[in-house]
């Protein structure tokens, strides 16, 4: 429905263009949503997109100008005079205007640090010094600091003085003259408390603060953990150096969700969206790991021809395997999912690990039973496969699910703990690792019972 919407308003807006009815397009736009603008001028041709952005009210052009991608923001600013461009710089927060310098291209960086303020271009830096997936780098300098000895009737003054220019002003921050962090203040607490009350009193002391370089998945899980809209970020000696709001955080989850995805589906993660890559990029993010998982499921065809002879003997045996690969890929599947959802929301930690196993050992043996008996019936009814034969293939069935579930669940948890990112021993290795060790399960036991 947005989409049809988004449709619409530009068809309107290069007909008004057109004709030249540049009034009425600047009235349109000035009803619609900076994120609805920014949508609508993606629809556009690329020739149009500047001339209605400057037909944007100047009170909506620098959000409009964030929620636009990357492309369309390096067209504006190479078809912006200076003056344009130091309009629209001036308005960006800074941790915006710091997202956006980070993804262009150096000759783009220098016009817009150029046009910046001094100060402003300071805080920018200040903030691209950190690391990419630090608080750091997805904090904004702007926001309200008050001093213990205020009164409420001085913080309000402080408050209408200097919040205009700020991101949010519905928690303000007390802080010493050292910048160290004291305690937190709400506007709603500054309102209904009397006028000659000092901060001190009334202030939060408890607060839950991130420090510059923590992980930022570690500050998006605190938000969610804590119910917050705004987090503090504070140095090593506690320090007060700039504010994480809730809209930057939804943009890392997204971020961290959608890479996730992509690297349980063993592909390279992009940087652009899916329709903006090219099929070069799409083809080196996914070969290397095609290439990688294609000789590592070799193994199971050196086990297949090894035993091969031994296999022939009993073609149920041969007509079998699919099944048993695919259902032991899918409970490791089951298993690494769920356990790499529980490490990305921080309910499983390293040391959990044996508790982890212990669990998914008792449901494995619930489920592994459930499809052995199921499946002995059924080879037994319908195949006209020998008892022994059935007993095989159902017993390997058991002893593949508790494996898998096993190796499903602890691979992503050793990942993390030396490091790596528990998504990517999801689906694609751990069915590789799997295939192999059911396989060689399954013809052991076959020559055990069948000799």
């Known amino acids: 429905m947005a989409e049809i919407t988004n449709n619409t308003f530009a068809d309107t807006l290069v007909l008004l263009l057109e004709g030249k009815k540049y009034s009425a397009a600047r009235d349109v736009l000035e009803t619609m949503h900076p994120a609805d603008i920014a949508a609508m001028l993606e629809e556009c041709e690329s020739e149009k997109v500047p001339l209605l952005f400057r037909l944007i009210p100047k009170e909506i052009a620098a959000e409009t100008f964030v929620e636009m991608d990357e492309d369309q923001q390096q067209l504006l600013i190479q078809g912006f005079s200076d003056s344009e461009l130091k309009e629209v710089v001036d308005e960006l927060y800074t941790d915006d205007a710091a997202d956006i310098v980070g993804e262009m291209p150096a000759n783009v960086v220098r016009r817009i640090l150029k046009q910046a303020d001094p100060e402003k271009r300071k805080m920018i830096n200040e903030i691209l010094k950190y690391p990419e997936d630090s608080a750091g780098s997805i904090m904004t300098t702007e926001y309200v600091s008050l001093r213990p000895d205020m009164t409420v009737e001085d913080a309000i003054k402080r408050i209408r003085r200097t919040g205009i220019d700020k991101e949010t002003i519905n928690t303000c921050y007390v802080i010493d003259e050292n910048r160290k962090l004291q305690g937190i203040v709400t506007i709603r607490s500054l309102l209904l408390s009397e006028e000659n009350v000092l901060m001190s009193e009334i202030m939060v002391e408890e607060v839950i603060s991130a420090l510059t370089k923590e992980d930022r998945e570690a500050v998006a899980h605190d938000f969610t953990k804590y119910d917050l809209s705004v987090m503090p970020v504070v140095d090593e000696e506690n320090r007060l150096v700039g504010i994480v709001t809730f809209d930057d955080v939804m943009d890392v989850l997204q971020e961290e969700t959608t890479e996730d995805i992509e690297k349980m589906a063993a592909i390279t993660p992009l940087e652009k969206p899916y329709l903006k890559t090219a099929v070069s990029k799409m083809f080196l993010s996914r070969i290397p790991w095609l290439l990688i998982l294609m000789f590592s499921a070799a193994f199971t065809g050196l086990i297949i021809t090894h035993f091969e002879n031994a296999l022939a003997s009993h073609i ?40 982890v196993i212990w669990k998914e050992i008792r449901v494995a043996v619930l489920c592994g039973v459930t499809m052995a008996a199921v499946n002995y ?36 948890m050793v990942a993390s703990k030396i490091g790596f990112d528990p998504a990517v021993m999801a689906s694609p290795f751990i069915t590789t690792i799997i295939d192999a060790v059911s396989l060689g399960i399954y013809v052991k036991i076959a020559m055990t019972i069948l000799q």
């Open 377 to 412: 019936l059924k080879l037994m009814a319908f195949d006209g496969v020998g008892m022994y034969v059935a007993a095989v293939i159902s017993l390997t069935l058991l002893v593949t699910v508790i494996v898998a579930k096993v190796v499903g669940c602890s691979l992503p």
């Open 316 to 355: 149920a045996l041969v007509a079998s395997i699919p099944m048993l690969m695919a259902t032991g890929g899918n409970c490791g599947s089951q298993a690494s999912v769920t356990v790499i959802r529980g490490l990305s929301l921080g309910e499983i930690e390293f040391r959990d690990i044996l508790r």
